[in-house]
């Protein structure tokens, strides 16, 4: 079973605009970390935000924020005010146990976000 | 920059070679990783050390092998290589600790480009 979904393969948003996007985990170990990751063309895979599964407080990192909703077992990444340099592909990721130096990302397929001018 | 060091950037062989890519983690990440990121298969995790011992084993084929040295850098060893071993070869560290997004995050190089012809 997939551990986690990005069911948008492709997104457009306006320039200044938020956008969403989405992702769900499926996971039994109560303690997890929830990754974002930003991967423009030139192919390095770039750092976003990071979530931990008791964190009480929804992580934020300027324009970034991830709105984990742990019931559903989702952790959607939203980007305010868009810009051009957004335009990237967006891979959500997760590491299940914080201790377990054994652990490893799990990824997503990823979302491929175009910034419209 | 996210502190992890890969080399080659770009790499371009012919089919049955063998190849190392190598990895310098960041300072004071005693845990590497391997990701292999094709456009049929998406991010796929290969091996992890910690500390100099393999600590978690993913889809790593037979003919691919790694070691962490003693000063934490590691290399992946890539054997007979085939037309589909074509991929970016990422690697990754972190530290662990209990909590927080310090801790936790794992950072990535900016990937080992591999061409086999």
């Known amino acids: 079973a997939q551990k986690i979904t990005q069911t948008q393969p492709g997104m457009f948003v306006q320039e200044k605009e938020a956008v969403t996007l989405d992702c769900t985990y499926d996971t039994s170990d109560p303690s997890y970390g929830l990754f974002w990751y930003k991967q423009p063309s030139s192919g390095e895979m770039i750092f976003l935000i990071y979530?931990?599964?008791?964190?009480?407080q929804n992580a934020t990192e300027g324009r970034y924020s991830l709105n984990f909703q742990k019931a559903r077992k989702s952790a959607n990444l939203v980007i305010s005010a868009s810009q051009l340099g957004d335009s990237a592909m967006y891979f959500c990721?997760?590491?299940?146990?914080?201790?377990?130096?054994?652990?490893?990302?799990?990824f997503g397929g990823g979302t491929r976000l175009m910034v419209k001018p | 920059d996210s502190g992890v060091t890969q080399t080659p950037k770009h790499l371009i062989t012919a089919t049955g070679q063998r190849v190392t890519l190598r990895c310098s983690p960041r300072?004071?990440?005693?845990?590497v990783y391997w990701y292999q990121q094709s456009l049929d298969q998406g991010l796929q995790f290969l091996i992890q050390?910690?500390?100099?011992?393999?600590?978690a084993k993913g889809n790593i084929l037979e003919r691919f092998s790694a070691q962490q040295f003693p000063d934490l850098h590691s290399e992946l060893n890539l054997s007979s290589l085939e037309l589909g071993d074509s991929a970016l070869y990422f690697c990754?560290?972190?530290?662990?600790?209990?909590?927080?997004?310090?801790?936790?995050?794992?950072?990535f190089g900016e990937g080992s480009w591999l061409t086999v012809v």
């Open positions: 979530q931990g599964s008791y964190d009480q």
């Open positions: 300072s004071g990440d005693l845990s």
């Open positions: 990721a997760m590491r299940e146990g914080f201790d377990n130096a054994g652990n490893m990302l799990t």
């Open positions: 050390y910690y500390n100099g011992e393999e600590r």
């Open positions: 990754a560290s972190s530290t662990h600790r209990r909590q927080g997004a310090s801790g936790n995050t794992i950072y």
